[in-house]
Every structure is written in structure tokens, then in C-alpha cells.
């Protein structure tokens, strides 16, 4: 069923069954009264099911909205001080700590979100930001790899992202990129489980609609990591893979490996436009 | 729309209960339209057990997707998939039940999963635990009971 004639549907159910909002808001979103937030942008030409790219943010109620407005209100922005405090603790044998390298965080990592996952012409591989912390803390510092969607790593992340938003998000899909981004293309577009169910089955032809409790967003990861009320902690983008594949009665792939890489790859590539806007908050 | 829910309860409460062979998933005829002429189970189903079927959320969960008038009591109604007021007004119970076995057999590539299918999964799992299942242990979502006891339901779903 095509979007248009959903929509219309939805609309319909709306006001006989008293749903709430069933398409995206109209709401604008500015962090600390100062960080502009592209929510909603034109669809990279890249993207074939989708014209417009719009940010999860839309889709939650006024509530979870608000509390991403100001960084006191952000529950998410705990772990972001926490992960400061490791930024400059040394760890492993090397004596080292993340600042001893890449001093001010606000600094070096500005721009670093927007990108990624990103090729590495020395690993010759895509690489996503924890895999990039990984490699520093175990070939640099001589420190143990985080576990790949742990609160240690997802922290840091957060960090990351959080000095990078408002700036668009840039992923790279062409050259030595090309060939992972076509296999996570491949991997979005997969019915798979007993459900047979594709992201795009629920993210590109139904996103507005609601899915029994739940208002179904683009899937989109600009906002990552995001810290859910419903869990009460900040969530990895391969920990969110995981439990969207396993509710589609599904065999997960594993955190970190390489179909999440490309397909991390691949979704982060549609929202290129949208801004940078995590740690973001969701239910 | 009410009352004839309920004259169809009574129908089905006094409807005979001996248990016959039900149609295994592989052998169900479809027409070349998707319908399924035969009971599953060879028995009327019971429209009350499939309400509870349509409603529950670790059974059909259909509601997920779609809306019912006349299970207003039943919270967070999606809209994935079309209301289904006035459903048996629209289909014939043969091809409700065609929709409810394996609806992309009346809906090429619909979202809609197929509710008595066993193979032609993609990395299946174990139920919602993320784990490979052997392809010999996949059961329907539903069983044959479960299937025309939803099919009784929906036919009621009359708005005239």
C-alpha cells in the first residue's frame, strides 16, 4: 500500500479511535536554546523509498520531546559526563588516556560523529566509532576492548556525538565504501524471520503509522546514542539493530559484526542532511 | 453489527466440538485468488476464542495492526493494516480464511505475515529470543484451531 493512501488511512483511524498524532509534527527542535537541529530535510538522492528525511525526534510525544531541549533535562547527558571523566584517565599499559593523544575532546572530535562509519585506508575496512575506541584502547593504550554495546563504550560514544551537533551528517558511500553500503542496502530491503519483515516493511512504507503502542518512526540514527525511558539508559545503533531483527522472529546478526558495519553504514547514509542530535532521548 | 455477534456466539457455542485431522501448513489448498474453501480443522470455529486470539498480544496479535470497532476494550489498536469493520461485508469466509493463513497469497508482498506457513523464511528464529531455530522446528503462528476460530470472529464484522 502506497504512504499517501496510508496516511490518509491513518488520519481517518485517528480521530475514530482517538490515536494520537499519527505523522510526524511539525515541532522544531534547538538545543540549549542555541544548537539548531535539522529534524527534517530532502531525501539524499541515494535513498529510492523516501523524498523527505525526517528525525525520530518527530515521532515521540511533546514530553520525551522536551527533555531533549536543554542539556540539565537530557538523562542522556550523564553518561556524556561520565564518559569525560575516562576521556582523562589513563588505562592499559601504556600509561595513556584518550585526552594524552587527542587532548580537548570539544576540539579534535568536532566533525568526528557526522561521518562515520567511515573507510580506513590502514585497516582497509569500513569502520564504525566503536570499533575506531576499540582499536585505540587496545593497539594505543594497552587497555581491554570494551564490550561492543556496553555502557563504557555507548558512553563514549555519546560523547562523541555530542560535540559534533547540529553539524549534518556526511557519510561517505562512494569509492572503497561502495561495495559494504550495497551490502547493507541489500540487508534493509531482506524480509526476514518468521515475520518476514524488512526494516523498510516498517521504517520507509509505514513510518507514521502506529504498530499496536508504538509510533513508527524513519529508523533513522542521526540521534544515536539514545538514551530510551523505557530502558533507562543510553542505547548502541547495533543494539537497537538487534532487538528490531529478533521482533521480527528473527536469527539476530551480532554487535559489531560485519552485516551490522554495512547496514549501520547503509542507514546512516540516509540520513545524510539531518543533523547530528545525539545523545538524543526516545521512549 | 452487535447483536449479530452475539446470535453468532450462540451459533458457535452450541456448534458440535468433536475433534477431527486438521490440514497440516503444507497441504492447504489456496485458489488461484488466495481463498481456502475447507475448515482447517474440518470444524466451524468459535468467534469468541478468536477475539481473544485477534486481541492478544502473545497470540495474534493482530491488533497491532489493525483496528476493531467492535473490540473497542482492546488497547493501543495499530493501523499498519487496514480497519477491519465491516470485513465479511468486503470477503467471503473462504477467502478471510485464505487472508488469515497466508494473506501474500491474496496480497502479493503484503506486510502481513502469514499466519499458517512453516518454511520459506530467511534466518527464521526462535521465537522473539534472537536465536536460530532448526528449519524442522518452525510451528505455525497460529494453529488450525486458532486460524478458524479467527475466521469465525471476522465474519461477524458485518456493518450491512
Same mark, same amino acid.
Given at each position: 500500500m502506497n504512504f499517501k493512501a496510508m496516511t490518509a488511512l491513518a488520519g481517518a483511524l485517528a480521530l475514530s479511535a482517538g490515536l494520537a498524532n499519527a505523522d510526524a509534527d511539525e515541532d522544531t527542535l534547538t538545543i540549549n536554546g542555541e544548537i539548531e537541529i535539522v529534524t527534517r530535510t530532502a531525501a539524499p538522492?541515494?535513498?529510492? !523509498?523516501?523524498?523527505e528525511v525526517i528525525s !525520530?525526534?518527530?515521532?515521540?510525544a511533546d514530553e520525551t520531546q522536551a527533555l531533549e531541549m536543554d542539556d540539565f533535562d537530557n538523562p542522556g547527558m550523564l553518561g556524556v559526563e561520565a564518559a569525560m571523566e575516562v576521556w582523562e584517565t589513563a588505562e592499559g599499559s601504556e600509561g595513556k588516556a584518550c585526552a594524552d593523544c587527542h587532548e580537548s575532546v570539544e576540539e579534535?572530535?568536532? !566533525?568526528v560523529r557526522a561521518v562515520y562509519p567511515k573507510y580506513n585506508e590502514a585497516a582497509g575496512e569500513v569502520q564504525t566509532l566503536e570499533m575506531v575506541i576499540n582499536d585505540c584502547r587496545t593497539e594505543r593504550m594497552g587497555a581491554e576492548a570494551w564490550n561492543y554495546t556496553g555502557a563504557d563504550i555507548t558512553n563514549m560514544v555519546a560523547l562523541i556525538s555530542s560535540v559534533s551537533r547540529g553539524m549534518p551528517v556526511n557519510v561517505a558511500i562512494d569509492g572503497p565504501a561502495a561495495e559494504m553500503w550495497e551490502q547493507g542496502k541489500e540487508l534493509y530491503y531482506t524480509r526476514t524471520g518468521q515475520l518476514e519483515l524488512s526494516c523498510a516493511n516498517c521504517h520507509e512504507d509505514n513510518y507514521g503509522n502506529m504498530i499496536r503502542a508504538d509510533h513508527l518512526s524513519q529508523g533513522q540514527i542521526n540521534g544515536f546514542p539514545t538514551y530510551r525511558l523505557k530502558n533507562a539508559k543510553l542505547n548502541s545503533v547495533h543494539a537497537r539493530f538487534k532487538g528490531c531483527v529478533r521482533d521480527t522472529r528473527a536469527e539476530t546478526y551480532a554487535p559489531g559484526s560485519p552485516e551490522f558495519v554495512a547496514l549501520e553504514l547503509y542507514v546512516a547514509s540516509r540520513g545524510n542532511g539531518l543533523s547530528v542530535e545525539g545523545p538524543s532521548v526516545r521512549n | 453489527m452487535k447483536r449479530a455477534f452475539h446470535a453468532a456466539l450462540a451459533a458457535c457455542i452450541l456448534a458440535p466440538s468433536a475433534q477431527a485431522e486438521s490440514v497440516a501448513p503444507g497441504d492447504v489448498s489456496y485458489d488461484e485468488?488466495?481463498?481456502?474453501?475447507? /475448515?482447517l480443522t474440518g470444524q466451524p470455529g468459535n468467534a469468541e476464542e478468536g477475539a481473544k486470539v485477534f486481541s492478544t498480544k502473545s497470540v495474534g496479535n493482530c491488533v497491532s495492526c489493525h483496528e476493531v470497532t467492535a473490540l473497542? %476494550?482492546?488497547? &493501543?489498536?495499530?493501523?499498519?493494516?487496514?480497519?477491519? %469493520?465491516g470485513v465479511a461485508d468486503r470477503w467471503t469466509e473462504h477467502e478471510i480464511r485464505g487472508i488469515v493463513a497466508d494473506a501474500k497469497k491474496t496480497y %502479493?508482498?503484503?506486510?502481513?505475515? /502469514? &499466519?499458517y506457513k512453516v518454511s520459506g523464511f530467511i534466518r527464521p528464529g526462535k521465537a522473539y529470543t534472537g536465536k536460530a531455530i532448526p528449519a524442522e522446528e518452525i510451528t505455525p503462528l497460529l494453529s488450525a484451531q486458532q486460524i478458524e476460530d479467527v475466521v469465525a470472529f471476522l465474519v461477524t464484522l458485518k456493518d450491512e
Open positions: 538522492d541515494h535513498v529510492d !523509498g523516501l523524498s !525520530g525526534w518527530h515521532f515521540r579534535t572530535m568536532k !566533525g | 485468488a488466495g481463498a481456502v474453501a475447507a /475448515s473497542a %476494550d482492546v488497547p &493501543f489498536q495499530g493501523n499498519v493494516g487496514p480497519s477491519l %469493520d %502479493d508482498g503484503t506486510v502481513m505475515p /502469514s &499466519f
